[in-house]
């Protein structure tokens, strides 16, 4: 995200000194070849898009919400329903991720603190807990719940991608 700010800034700034240049016809081509260069490195810039889930059919009134962000080397692999859990396998050659909703309205959670060492998660859209494999120093759990939810999601990924998949959780529609 910074690099794209400082390249909008720099967009703007050679603009400036475009119209700066005035009648110096070799300053002005000097900076807009410096203004094109800048659109093509902005423009470069990948957009994350949301993970496509395959069809995904279920025989009851349960709503699904998954993580519209799944790191890039991760794939679906299966889905199990069993009201009220869901639970969603992701699979890469670095080992599997496991995401698990539980629709309850009495939410119980009980924490492994014998090997795991326990932070308090809060954002905008979930509280709960990030256990952290005392062991591995490498493999997380993160639950979390809201009013009538709660998430897990495991498995031997950096924290920073665990939190953008568990923020990025919103019901799933099909596409």
């Known amino acids: 995200m910074f690099q794209k700010v400082y390249l909008l800034k720099h967009f703007l700034y050679i603009f400036k000194r ?13 900076y807009f070849f410096a203004l094109c ?4 490195i902005f423009c470069s810039f990948k957009k994350t898009k949301d993970y496509e889930y395959p069809l995904i059919e279920t025989d009851n009134d349960m709503e699904i919400s998954l993580p519209k962000y799944v790191p890039q080397n ?6 199990e329903i069993s009201p009220p859990f869901v639970s969603v396998t992701y699979s890469s050659e670095s080992g599997n991720l496991y ?15 014998e090997n795991n060492t326990i932070t308090e998660y809060n954002s905008n859209k979930f509280t709960g807990y990030l256990l952290t494999d005392t062991s591995s120093k490498s493999s997380y759990l993160l639950s979390v719940y809201n009013d009538t939810n709660s998430f897990e999601i495991t498995g031997n990924i950096e924290k920073d991608e665990l939190f953008k998949m568990i923020e990025s959780i919103e ?5």
């Open 37 to 40: 260069i800048t659109f093509v």
């Open 18 to 30: 475009i119209l700066l240049a005035g009648n110096d016809t070799v300053q002005s081509l000097f």
């Open 171 to 175: 019901p799933y529609k099909a596409q």
């Open 99 to 113: 995401y698990t909703q539980i629709t309850s309205p009495s939410f119980s959670l009980s924490l492994d603190t």
């Open 74 to 79: 991760y794939k679906f692999e299966e889905i």
